[in-house]
């Protein structure tokens, strides 16, 4: 191990070099945290932030129109169960095209696979603009640019989905093993095959596991981009919210709780089987 | 064939890992490599396939100059040298196979191995690696569901199945406990023999050093104190390397296997 050469240990005690001092403590942690504690402080004070407004929204006279909930129309196909379909599709489609793009891409991004300094910089700035811009701001360039519908929902979250799985799978390989790569190197290795060989192995089962947490977010993610016209439930969601049918809504807002469930229930029983 | 001309490594931060280092291994020879931790054991072994770039100097393999080299030329000189290491250092989510297949990284075309679709000839290759260290019947086990003797023979697997010219171990048996390290040890100097594969291999233990080696060099703050032939060898030499007497932590012990 280069540890062995570089860090030599201390003598042991008694022997040629006695004891080493014991390294001092540094106050940086104290620091931090009363920092923290401060800045929370100060800043909730310039927002205006308190609990009691909280409290008083409760009392709002808006929750009595959420009932009651007209379930004929909420179970009819053509209003909630189509657009429905049309929400879980564009997650899938998403969710796959941004996840494939990730593989690569976060390897470029990673100090332990990035082939050279260009490639590491120009990704990492490259992707921290793309996730600069917020998704539901992507999802309204490409509504503008490519028109209403799923469509551009499905390239915002293709792209949101990118940016985030990045984000997570980069420093997930920054986090592995470096051990069988340099065996892979020693053999005399390419760059790509030997990270192939020495580093995916051992970052594979995050990957899975990010990328069904990925599709789970899209799925609520859709949701809220058919607010801004970019297919899927949300737009019926907005739909009805504009005309004040609150308990339309609620239904609505039961059913998808009850799909996101199932997703996610179907979603850790993978996780745990792949994993 | 193996030549260090005045090899000098200083690592960031001005640790002086390797001084002055003079040393010619020839083909086939079998030399173990002992001094105590931070002696510059691991920095010679990496300076030979250049994961340790030396900072002054020459060192040649086979007659290539590593120090300095490409990268295309230093993945050609690596591809003949086989490495094993302490931890092993096996990618454990996978199988056996796929780590021994790791060894025909350099000879097989980069489209090939990123895809997983090795050659059925560099399968065999591997194969046949894994029965010469005998746990062929392990091949599609995950590496992370063997024993560290076993573990540690699929890294020599591995290391095989590269087809060296040289072999470099560092610490291969200090994982291990005593009746796996001779087993690890045997291996080696069996596999030297057959194949006639030159071998480095560090040491800390100075009785499996005494009874495996046949050459040895002995390295104390990255000086070459002392290069000679086992025989000659005796706890004074220890002392002398190791700048203080020989305790029982310096030896394995259990020699009665």
Known sequence: ?275 | MIELKNVSVTYRGGVKALRNLDLTIDDGEFVVVVGLSGAGKSTLLRVLNGLVPATEGSAKVDGIEVVGASNATLRQVRSRIGMIFQTFNLAERTTVLNNVLMGRLAMVPSWRSTFGLWPAADREIAMQALERVGIVEKTYVRASNLSGGQQQRVGIARALAQQPTLMLADEPVAALDPVTSRQVMGDLARINSDLGITTLINLHFLDLAQEYGRRLIGLRDGELVFDGDIADVDDDTFREIYGRSITAGDVLADTDT
């Not at chain 1, 009392?59 to 169960?81: A, S």
């Not at chain 1, 990704?123 to 490409?142: C, E, G, H, Y």
């Not at chain 1, 199932?262 to 029983?269: L, P, R, T």
Request: a positive charge; proline letters at 7%.
């Open chain 1, 1 to 275: 191990m280069t540890a062995d050469a570089s860090a030599p240990e201390p003598a042991a005690p008694g022997g040629p070099g006695g004891r080493p001092k014991k390294p001092r403590r540094k106050p940086l942690t104290l620091v931090v945290v009363v920092g923290l504690v401060l800045w929370t402080w100060f800043t909730g004070r310039q927002v205006g932030f308190d609990l009691t407004t909280f409290i008083d929204l409760w009392t709002n006279p808006l929750w009595q129109k959420f009932w009651p909930i007209p379930w004929e129309w909420v179970l009819d196909r053509g209003n909630v169960i189509d657009p429905l379909i049309e929400t879980f599709q564009i997650a899938v489609v998403a969710t796959v095209v941004g996840c494939g793009l990730a593989l690569p891409v976060s390897f470029a991004m990673s100090r332990l696979t990035s082939p050279n300094g260009g490639t590491y910089w120009v990704t990492r700035v490259v992707m921290n603009i793309v996730r600069a811009v917020p998704d539901l701001f992507w999802a309204k360039i490409l509504v503008t640019a490519i028109g209403i519908g799923a469509f551009a929902g499905t390239w915002a979250l293709s792209i949101f989905s990118l940016a985030v799985m990045v984000k997570l799978f980069s420093e997930t390989i920054d986090g592995a093993d470096p051990r069988p790569l340099e065996a892979a190197r020693a053999a005399g290795g390419r760059h790509v095959p030997s990270v192939r060989a020495g580093v995916l192995p051992t970052v594979l089962p995050s990957y899975v596991a990010y990328s069904l947490y990925i599709f789970e977010l899209n799925i609520r993610a859709s949701i809220v981009l058919g607010l801004v016209g970019a297919g899927g439930i949300g737009r019926v969601v907005e739909a009805q919210r504009q005309y004040f049918r609150f308990g339309r809504i609620l239904g609505i807002l039961l059913i998808i709780f009850v799909v996101v469930f199932v997703i996610e229930q179907i979603s850790v029983a993978l996780r745990r089987r792949l994993v």
